[in-house]
């Protein structure tokens, strides 16, 4: 069988780093084949030499491009990740006898004028242009959404978890803040992604700031890169949080810094569902999370975290306030660890995902 998958970029986030885990998992089975618009490689590296990569660049040649890879491989199966790779690669492939799949990494919730032209375009994509395609929905509100926004035949849905793999290192706690010259009873909150406008850290910023109003300075370490970092930066420095907010840029050692810290923050403005939240989980850590409805299938507030509503800085300042102040925060590590262990992992994920491409609903119409 061999494989085509379409994808944005070779950036940091979940939907890369995903699929750069199943090229480990496929290197003795399936003929993995990825094509990527954007020149970003970023996680080029973190594949399996098996792994056969195509950049094609993003511009008006870039859909001739695809059409002529997708005519020299014959992919039995082509699998679209993220807005730009699924309106071209399911564009180029239309009317080709192939099975289509598509990953439904988000479904942006909200209903804003720029939300509204995307679920029109998903609508029209994925009910009218593309019926034949099978979507895996990274969480069940991401499903349920498909089949009634998108107006997706039912059966054609498949609700399928992204696996849990544990970042490394994974170090004793008191090891890992000697490494980042945090002192032993600082409080640590860590976010850990993308710098961009989805995942909401402007309001994260404007809740420590009402905090430390409150006497209260948590230690924020913001782990990742993207087009909002040097903004972010600046609004920092305008809340008067330096000293008390690290930016990191990339790292080759997440498990650092979930090592170290006391809870994840996840203040999304829309999220399917977060990778890093299992992660998180994995490491003990309890998550503050935007109250959406990817977090909330998997965050049980007072058990395993709490949920906050999105882009509201004033009520993510009171419930990071009632987290810290919290007593026994031990118990919702426990409870955290315990939701981990439940996680499908990339073996059982990437055997879901071959029996879906060989099944008989798969089959070109």
Do not use: C
């Not at 923050?265 to 998180?280: C, D, H, I, K, T």
């Not at 590590?333 to 059982?348: C, F, K, N, V």
């Amino acid at each position: 069988m061999r494989l085509l998958h379409v994808i944005t970029a070779l950036h940091t986030g979940g939907a890369e780093r995903m699929l750069a885990q199943l090229s480990h998992h496929w290197a003795n089975g399936p003929e993995l084949h990825v094509a990527y618009l954007k020149p970003i490689h970023t996680l080029a590296a973190a594949f399996h030499p098996s792994a056969q990569l195509h950049p094609l660049g993003l511009g008006i040649g870039t859909a001739g491009a695809l059409r002529r890879l997708v005519s020299r491989l014959q992919p039995t199966v082509v699998h679209t990740h993220l807005p730009h790779a699924d309106f071209l690669g399911l564009g180029v492939t239309q009317g080709m006898p192939l099975r289509r799949f598509i990953t439904l990494h988000n479904a942006r919730f909200r209903t804003g004028r720029a939300d509204v032209a995307f679920q029109f375009a998903y609508r029209q994509l994925l009910s009218r242009w593309a019926p034949d395609v099978q979507a895996i929905a990274i969480s069940e509100a991401v499903a349920q959404h498909a089949r009634t926004a998108w107006a997706m035949e039912p059966s054609h849905v498949h609700t399928v978890l992204n696996p849990l793999s544990v970042p490394a290192p994974r170090l004793p706690k008191a090891e890992a803040r000697q490494r980042l010259g945090l002192a032993p009873d600082a409080d640590m909150l860590l976010a850990l992604g993308r710098l961009e406008p989805q995942k909401g850290l402007t309001y994260l910023l404007q809740a420590l700031a009402v905090l430390a109003g409150q006497g209260l300075r948590p230690r924020l370490f913001l782990v990742g890169e993207g087009t909002l970092r040097a903004a972010l930066e600046a609004e920092a420095q305008v809340l008067g949080l330096q000293g008390q907010v690290t930016f990191t840029g990339l790292t080759s050692e997440p498990g650092l810094y979930l090592s170290a810290a006391d809870a994840l923050v996840l203040p999304s403005l829309f999220e399917g569902l977060g990778n890093v939240m299992a992660e998180a989980f994995a490491f003990g850590l309890p998550v503050l999370a935007s109250d959406l409805e990817g977090p909330a299938e998997i965050v049980e507030p007072g058990r395993t975290g709490y949920l906050f509503p999105a882009a509201d800085a004033a009520a993510w300042a009171d419930g990071i306030a009632l987290f810290l102040r919290q007593a026994d925060r031990a118990a919702l590590g426990l409870h955290a660890q315990a939701r981990a262990a439940a996680w499908p992992s990339p073996a059982q994920y990437a055997q879901q995902l071959l029996e879906l491409y060989q099944s008989k609903q798969a089959l070109p119409k």
